[in-house]
């Protein structure tokens, strides 16, 4: 590490002298620009958000007032909502796309991809993606995806609704349900060309973390959003192309009359050629991918929490071994688990047992991991930043929705409680509001970098935090008793039951806080606009950060830094660091020591 | 009106925010320090309202408890129900546990640890044994759970012949159930779609000798302390055969026969005298007839009294009206059961009509 400190020959061939004049196209548009890339996503990402939040508005609507008649159907359903009654079947697709649009566009692209392209090549010093050329496709292909997927909900059969995890032969035949029709011919038009956009970003991310990281940034010297961020991508790429194999089959079995998925059916008055086929089949490729994916959406936003937690305690990620361990652990892990979403599906039940058992293993790194966000804060100087705030927010429901996943992944426990409303506060719990929370705090933290050096409102984000966690809870705990009393998912109305009658309160109570929540998040949406013009300028490294991010040039200029690359000498963790006789900070006065500054003669060296 | 009037509301909330958030404003002019980074006054603030969160955390979990604690399920009403309701017990108890310590941790380290100016955070980076025995906590913790877990799982899933056990086959279809019973052969007859025809709603080979006694109907009686094993078929698309009472599930999937076994142990006459399942109809009727008066004033028809029996729900989104595929399920005293048995015309029967 030493030897580091006395290296300071520049690299000539990272110096980019020349700028080539940008029009308006090649800037804000087809721009190869990590930054301005990263922004797309976000924004694209935000907009699919808005969509998706509106529809699960809608359908808490209709689940609390099933009798009521809102005018609100007929204006944004159109035909779907004639007389102001949700139609059946625009329910079921209003539920699908909702988690598709959430899972993919919001928290894969819109998180994974927002970030991971801002943060990678500014945290590990480097110009930008090793591909800026594929990192454009990527992100163009993500918005066709997008546009497609918006397209399907103006078809007329109506947009594909046999839920997100589309399990044929529902999703296979137009005669069980109108949305597998052109709907679901679109749904997976769609999927086909994300996939395509999300193996292209993750590519580039491996390649440019392997690659181009600066002089001195060894491996354990990587901020932890890096981390995540790659271990994120080899998750994708691992995975995601069994999910194309798997909507490739199904297109087939849709289209040209083969039978992978489908057998011995009679619909309709008929009975369909089909033979051979299982849908339990589709399970396993689905979930093989469908498991992962959960940790596609929640590693990223672990990371970032563990960077903006140790960045606001003022003090080291606690651990930084363990938990680069855990998400390692939780990454190999996250491949061999799919099997927790089948148990009931007539697999084996042997298959259950490995399943559980490699299920509720991955609870230990994921323990790992939350003791040690504890005790990051413990005997910290906590700036409670909004950033700060949803770092926080993140492990509270990532603890809270985690926990209850001992139940879920123990096969014996799930027989009863599979598919009802306690799996869905269980993961909305721990992966959807978690990985929301660390898109926020992600965004609080760094609008700075990405809107050249304005900040964002704080106390607008106080609302907005505030408001958003209550509520939060205030949908998602009273969800897990209805789901214990038996109330299955995907239910247009429970008045069918009149044994459920007693649940018609909660449910009320649930979509209260559901508005009331969707509502706050209004309020990010105007910090976020106005902050975007009018934000005021904080300094150029406004939370007293590490990271070489905050090294670049506020301006956006391409290439980062107007000089040579910073070389780095240290981890990204030396807040509050003591000089030798323990008498101030090993830079006086100041309680961090960015990573490009080198080894100094009064600090002791680390392992690192 | 109901649209307008909750539009209006989420409008209302989007201006008291607003306005909130504009007397924020007004109220800190004077400050010197404008920036939007976190002051002591700020800390100070959120680290108190953090600790409030954790509180509040708590409270929500109490209230919903006390409020909502009778529309959990009644006890099992069948023999493997009892051991998985003891497993939950148990990890429920292990997740209050943690839950409650940890979210104490989370809240009470943010109030006592926020930022004050000249306050100087510990550097503390690292410690292995913490760190091993947070680790080995967990492990030890979740292999027994593990463990337990898999006894019953392994206990609930191994279908076998033992115990004379009688065989039934639930048939999904859209949207609807239906139930054949094995007759007196206990042999289920052959089936296939392609076999559908007209009365035949089931496929049933009518050739087959096996398939002459069976029976389909489309209420489900079950003799009391009588081992079931359910055979599963589907029609058309996936469903899933849910009966939470006897904490059982099992999917139906086109192409294949699945299974599920239980011995049911509560008849409906005992489980209606339930004290639980008697204070929770109570309170079902009393809604119902709230309800009613409503619709009685609209001019419908009133809602009819509820009377508890167990049910058959499909629990695999299956269309249009996944919301109301079900079958009543009767749990009968074995002289009740052979009673209604007998009444009912076997498939032979059936088709020569």
Known sequence: ?608 | MTAFLVVLVIILFGVAIWQMSKIFQLSQPKQTDSSEIANDKDNNINGWLMMGFTIFTYLLLAICFWKWWDVLLPEAASEHGSEIDSLMYVSMVLIFVVGFFTLWLLGSFSLKYRGREGQRATFFADNDKLEFIWTIIPVIVLAGLIIYGLFTWTDIMNVNDEDDPMIVELYAYQFDWRARYSGEDNTLGEANVRLIEGVNQLGVDASDPNAQDDIVVNELHLPVGRKIIFKMRSQDVLHSAYMPHFRAQMNCVPGMITQFSFTPTITTAEMRMNDEMVAKVRKINNIRKENSKALVAKGDEPLEPYEFDYMLLCNKICGASHYNMQMKIVVDTPEEYAAWIKEQPTLAEALKK
């Open chain 1, 1 to 608: 590490m030493s030897a580091h400190a006395i290296d300071h020959v520049e690299d000539h061939h990272d110096d980019h002298g020349h700028h080539h004049k940008e029009t308006f196209v090649t800037k804000y548009i087809f721009s190869t620009d990590h930054k301005m890339i990263s922004k797309q996503y976000l924004i694209t990402g935000l907009f699919m958000g808005i969509i998706g939040i509106a529809m699960s508005i809608l359908f808490r609507l209709q689940l609390a007032w099933p009798d009521v008649e809102f005018t609100i159907y007929e204006v944004l359903l159109g035909k779907w909502g004639e007389g102001g009654v949700m139609d059946p079947n625009v329910y079921l697709a209003l539920v699908t796309i909702h988690g598709t649009i959430m899972v993919f566009f919001v928290l894969t692209a819109g998180l994974s991809g927002t970030f991971s392209n801002l943060l990678i090549p500014l945290q590990i010093g480097a110009r930008d993606m090793a591909s800026g050329f594929l990192n454009m496709i990527s992100y163009w292909l993500f918005f066709l995806s997008s546009i497609i997927m918006v397209m399907s909900l103006f078809v007329e059969a109506g947009p594909a609704s046999a839920g997100w995890t589309i399990y044929p032969p529902l999703s296979a035949l137009p005669q069980a349900i109108p949305g597998s029709g052109a709907g679901m011919t679109l749904w997976l038009v769609s999927m086909a060309i994300f996939i395509a956009s999300s193996l292209l970003g993750s590519l580039n991310y491996i390649v440019t973390v392997l690659n181009l990281r600066t002089k001195g940034m060894s491996m354990t010297r990587l901020p932890l959003t890096i981390w995540a961020f790659f271990v994120t991508a080899i998750i994708g790429v691992v995975s995601f192309p069994v999910l194309f194999s798997a909507a490739l089959m199904l297109i087939m079995d849709r289209s040209f009359g083969t039978s992978f998925f489908l057998s011995d059916i009679y619909i309709a008055g008929e009975v369909l050629h089909n033979q051979g086929g299982s849908p339990v089949l589709f399970e396993h490729l689905f979930w093989f991918l469908g498991h992962p994916e959960v940790y596609i959406v929640i590693l990223p936003a672990m990371g970032m929490v563990s960077e903006i937690m140790a960045t606001n305690a003022r003090k080291p990620i606690f651990g930084y071994r363990a938990m680069v361990a855990s998400i390692l652990a939780i990454a190999f892990l996250s491949t061999i688990v799919w099997g927790h979403h089948m148990f009931i599906s007539g697999m084996n039940p042997f298959l259950g047992s490995v399943f559980t058992f490699t299920t509720l293993l991955i609870a230990i790194p994921s323990a790992v991991k939350s003791f040690n966000w504890i005790t990051t804060i413990w005997r910290g100087n906590l700036q409670m930043n909004t950033g700060m705030l949803f770092s926080i927010g993140f492990v509270s429901t990532f603890i809270t929705g985690g926990l209850t996943g001992i139940i879920l992944g123990d096969s014996a426990l799930d027989i009863n409680v599979h598919d009802t409303y306690f799996v869905v506060a269980h993961f909305h719990l721990v992966m959807g509001i978690s990985a929301l929370y660390g898109l926020f705090a992600g965004v609080y933290h760094w609008f700075p970098k990405m809107f050249q050096g304005r900040m964002l409102n704080k106390n607008l984000g106080y609302v907005h935090f505030w408001v958003t966690v209550i509520g939060a809870y205030g949908v998602f705990f009273p969800m897990h008793f209805i789901g214990m009393a038996g109330l299955p998912r995907r239910y247009y109305t429970n008045t069918a039951f009149p044994y459920f009658d007693d649940l018609t309160d909660v449910n009320v109570v649930i979509t209260i806080f559901a508005i009331i929540t969707a509502a706050a998040q209004l309020v990010f949406l105007y910090n976020f606009i106005h902050s975007m013009f009018h934000g005021k300028k904080g300094p150029k490294n406004p939370w007293k950060s590490t990271t070489l991010e905050w090294t670049a040039e506020v301006k956006h200029i391409h290439g980062n830094w107007d000089g040579p690359i910073p070389h780095v000498y240290r981890w990204s963790y030396d807040y509050s660091k003591l000089n030798k006789d323990e008498t101030d900070y090993v830079i006086p006065g100041q309680d961090y020591i960015p990573q490009h500054i080198p080894l100094q003669e009064n600090e002791e060296e680390m392992n690192h």
